[in-house]
């Protein structure tokens, strides 16, 4: 069966909250993942004491796990690849002509060593 | 149904001049007297035109508590008496709302002196009125650390105001100043009412309050047996440790640990000009490392973040170890992202709704 990463939505209505996880593609959508990778909060923040209207929008992302996943063949959906794109693990699908595209970062460091052969915990 | 007004059937001379008479006086006692006469307007029940024009123009304009034929109780209860003997007598200071500090003394109480005067209930005399700094304490604070550079340590030494409140203080002024620049009405008003009815503090007079309060932690309560040497030097430290590992001694847990040398170079005969120097430049080194560490926290966490301008958001991409958070169930609280198989009792009753933080 077919392995994705995809968003499980939570949160409540009109505060959605997303799981970027990984799951069998014919898995429900909320159902127990085979493993949760990160979130994506949705909803534009401020910065407490930014005067500026900046807005910026917060995920969490174990990286090494993302790169293990698209490693082994899962197929991220649009939107996991558009915020997996951001962290340099895959090559942006869609770019907007005229826009100004986002600069690629190579990313940080994990903060530990994974196994990236052991089986998920979760 | 229409209240009943005497004077809506009216056709008898006498019932036109009521009409008359409580369209000038218009008294509830009136009204009320005037109801035995019912019988017989009703009797002549044939009513002009003309007064029953007159009767509604009447009753708009009267409200219906002015109908009520309950006549006003005269009676003087023995209370009534003694509350108006009080108002004339001691509690005649009362009548006059402009005095600061104008509380109900107790009833017969000759006690005036200092000590009853920040009672508010006169029979508790547990409860007692905490004074509150004046305007202009408030601005010597804010100048000594705003203007002037102070540590808040030092002020709040000097001072005797609390290191919490000193810093409540600059807020609630760097707010005050906001508004006043922004031409925001501020509740002065009420300020002052809440100033005239509690004790005021100026600085420099008395102390405001005690700074050195510690918390004291249940576990010091308790009598311990703890045999030591008597040659052994046997310190707070080690009174501390002996009531439990975690214990603080109280020289690290009051909330300006520098008094501390202060008092002991005062003691050992050092100028006070000098060890109030030593204790000030203490004060700004402390002040300066707490400053330093909580932006180096800051700054941490902000730099383990992968930051993506897109234009009209910013994308801020947090690397997590998810393995370590997850725990051995899968479970764990720390675990990233929404907990599956357990229930998020955030809407139930008895939960804080009330959101933590603004934004």
Redesign the interface.
Same mark, same amino acid.
């Given at each position: 069966m077919v392995v994705k990463m995809r968003l499980a939505r939570f949160g409540r209505r009109n505060a959605p909250f997303y799981n970027i996880v990984v799951a069998h593609a014919r898995t429900a959508r909320n159902s127990r993942p085979l493993e949760v990778i990160g979130t994506y909060d949705p909803i534009p923040k401020k910065d407490t004491y930014d005067t500026s209207g900046k807005l910026h929008k917060d995920i969490k992302l174990d990286i090494t796990r993302a790169k293990y996943w698209v490693g082994v063949g899962a197929q991220p959906t649009d939107v996991v690849w558009r915020l997996l794109s951001m962290v340099g693990i895959l090559e942006p699908k869609y770019r907007q002509p005229g826009k100004p595209q986002p600069e690629y970062v190579p990313p940080p460091p994990a903060p530990a060593t994974n196994t990236e052969t052991t089986e998920p915990s979760s | 149904m229409p209240p009943r007004i005497p004077t809506s059937s009216a056709s008898s001379s006498q019932a036109l001049l009521l009409n008359q008479f409580s369209e000038l006086v218009i008294s509830p006692r009136l009204s009320a007297s005037s109801s035995h006469h019912n019988g017989l307007i009703t009797a002549t029940a044939n009513s002009t035109f003309q007064t029953h024009n007159n009767s509604q123009r009447q009753r708009s304009s009267l409200s219906k508590r002015q109908f009520s034929t309950t006549p006003p109780r005269q009676r003087l209860t023995r209370q009534r008496k003694q509350f108006w003997q009080w108002l004339e007598t001691s509690g005649a200071v009362m009548r006059d709302a402009t005095q600061p500090m104008n509380y109900v003394k107790a009833v017969g109480a000759r006690d005036t002196s200092e000590d009853s005067r920040d009672m508010p209930f006169p029979l508790n005399p547990e409860f007692r009125s905490q004074s509150v700094l004046s305007d202009e304490a408030r601005e010597i604070i804010w100048k000594s650390v705003v203007e002037e550079g102070q540590p808040i340590k030092v002020v709040s030494a000097r001072y005797s105001v609390d290191m919490r409140r000193v810093a409540a203080v600059l807020r609630m002024k760097a707010i005050e100043k906001r508004w006043k620049a922004e031409g925001k009405p501020l509740a002065i008003p009420y300020a002052k009412a809440v100033q005239k009815m509690l004790p005021i503090t100026q600085l420099g007079q008395v102390p405001h309050e005690p700074i050195n309060d510690v918390h004291v932690h249940s576990y010091t309560m308790q009598q311990v047996f703890y045999p030591t040497s008597e040659s052994r030097e046997f310190t707070r430290g080690d009174a501390a440790k002996a009531f439990g590992k975690h214990i603080m001694p109280v020289d690290h847990k009051i909330r300006i640990p520098e008094l501390i040398n202060l008092e002991k170079q005062l003691a050992a005969g050092v100028d006070r000009n000098v060890a109030e120097e030593d204790f000030t430049k203490a004060a700004l080194e402390s002040e300066q490392k707490l400053k330093e560490r909580e932006a180096n926290r800051v700054r941490e966490l902000e730099?383990?973040k %992968?930051?993506?301008? %897109?234009?009209?958001?910013?994308?801020?991409?947090?690397?997590?170890?998810?393995?370590?958070l997850?725990g051995?169930d899968?479970r764990s609280r720390k675990?990233?992202?929404?907990r599956?198989?357990v229930p998020f009792n955030d809407r139930k009753k008895g939960m804080v709704k009330i959101p933590t933080?603004?934004?």
């Open positions: - | 730099e383990a %992968t930051k993506v301008d %897109t234009g009209r958001f910013e994308f801020r991409i947090e690397n997590v170890n998810v393995e370590e997850v051995r899968g675990a990233v992202g929404w599956y198989g933080k603004v934004e």
